[in-house]
């Protein structure tokens, strides 16, 4: 690790302006930049400190929905009583995550700017040959080992899988990111790599993440979150699934659910497919099993990644059945 200058924000403005330097990163929880220094991926020249900024770090319920500030642990708003109940299935992810001192430690706004646990990209001398980290050198993961990997949403230049459990359950929940600028709609702000895996969101220079809202909804207070791995704690999803399922007066037709899928793309994926499948009809076993395999139209498997194409749709209908009663 290189040597670097440290400032220690006082404002957001002031730590927005810092932001715009060459080589600036900032700093919250620490638990994805000093990993990524560590192992020699980002080599930051000024590190901005906004640990201490007021008025990012509140949790707040009420009709209009959760409002979220960027510096929130994760462990906080996943353990906060409100958001358990009127989002459980963004409480479940979090506490789905990566360790409890993580947890502990871990920003919201931090959580969603994680990059990818693609090993070809976390291993620059080995690996030298990664369009994330040097745009046009190539991707090493393409023709490697890639069961880890993404299925959706990949290019020929990259098919790194985007890690994170939050987002997958703020975008099935049309939550929005907002700055120190604008306000973005979650689905909207990651991108997928296409000729540009560099860019995997679209924050600009000197951009900051201040608050995270998510709207009120029926669904939302009836959802879950199911996360399959390799391990039972402390790893990453081979195929997760956020879902909240609104039914009719009948209890058995289907008037609103929300779907999204992790660890099977380059970003959190919305499965509109199987929501517009399944909106309106009585929901059943058959009708819910043959609707998930729709999530998985036009997935690219590259080698031993395949079993995502099956895996998910398992997943997925396993998470609509439970939260639909008939699991």
Known sequence: MRNFSYVRATSTAEAAHAAQQAGAMLLAGGTTLLDLAKCGVTEPETVIDITHLSGMGGITIDVAGATIGALARMSEVADHQDVRAAFPAVSESLSLAASAQLRNMATIGGNLLQRTRCAYFRDPGAFPACNKRSPGSGCSAIGGVTRNHAVLGTSKACIASYPGDLAVALVAFDAAVETNSRKIAIEDFFLIPGNTPNKETVLQSGEIITVVTIPVSAA???????????????????????????????GRTVRDIRIALGGVATKPWRARDVEQALVGKGLSAELVEKASRLAMEGAVSHGSNRYKIELAPRVLARAILQIGGLA
């Open 220 to 250: 939302a207070r009836n959802s879950t979150y199911i996360k399959v791995r390799d391990r039972q704690s402390y790893e990453f999803a081979a195929a997760s699934a956020a879902v909240g399922l609104e039914l009719e007066a009948d």
